[in-house]
């Protein structure tokens, strides 16, 4: 696709309840980060794949918190239990591989947990 | 490990201003730096980049110099425009070897007619 894309691009979801936030990145990009972004704050790095493995998972908060990519394309990060402090926009950029390439940003989904 | 500090916004000017947002940051080795921006209701888009030390990104009348030794990324534009308000962010990628983008915590501008 012409840029990365985030579904849904808003989620409401009861405390307790399970779920899923789709990233589609822009075709050839190797590197796929998600972040966290609570209002008034940059982007918090979660995960970061290479390919189809989690090069770093540093930035998940809890066990609670799962991300995959199973054909080095499209990821899926998956909350289950969810808290209401997990209410957020949740952001995922591409990128090439290398110094100095910039991360492509999707328009984020923001999640609401009641 | 590596991180970005922005000062505190919002920043509010009038058109044709002179606008300074500063940013500093610690990092390993030689990192890449940036400015994204965030327009209300879009996503985060690449202002500028510098990719080694004494490099000045420009775009759009915004310009920014790698300070090796001030450890310094600050934007800076001659002459502001009410299209120009929006959120800016100063990242940082490469320090260290990690290629994982860190941000700072965003500076709002707010620009008046």
């Known amino acids: 696709g012409a840029g990365v894309s985030q579904t849904p691009s808003n989620k409401v979801t009861e405390k307790g309840k399970y779920v899923e936030l789709r990233c589609d990145p822009i075709s050839g990009h190797t590197a796929l980060y998600w972040y966290r972004q609570s209002l008034g704050q940059g982007p918090e790095f979660l995960i970061y794949f290479q390919g189809t493995g989690a090069a770093d998972d540093s930035g998940l908060p809890n066990d609670r918190f799962f991300a995959v990519r199973p054909e080095g394309s499209v990821s899926t990060l998956k909350i289950q239990r969810t808290e209401r402090g997990d209410s957020a926009v949740y952001l995922c950029a591409s990128s090439l591989e290398g110094v100095g390439t910039e991360a492509f940003f999707g328009q984020g989904t923001r999640l609401t947990v009641v | 490990g590596n991180s970005v500090t922005q000062m505190e916004g919002p920043v509010t000017l009038s058109e044709e201003a002179f606008l300074t947002i500063n940013c500093t940051y610690t990092?390993?080795?030689?990192?890449?730096l940036f400015w994204y921006v965030q327009y209300p209701g879009e996503g985060l888009q690449l202002l500028l980049k510098?990719?080694?030390?004494?490099d000045k990104g420009s775009n759009k009348g915004f310009e920014a110099t790698y300070r090796k030794e001030t450890t310094s990324f600050h934007l800076e534009k001659g002459s502001v425009q009410v299209s120009d308000s929006a959120v800016y962010f100063c990242a940082l990628s490469g320090g260290g070897g990690s290629y994982i983008p860190t941000f700072g915590r965003g500076t709002s501008l707010i620009v008046h007619p």
């Open positions: 990092a390993t080795g030689y990192p890449s």
């Open positions: 510098a990719t080694k030390a004494d």
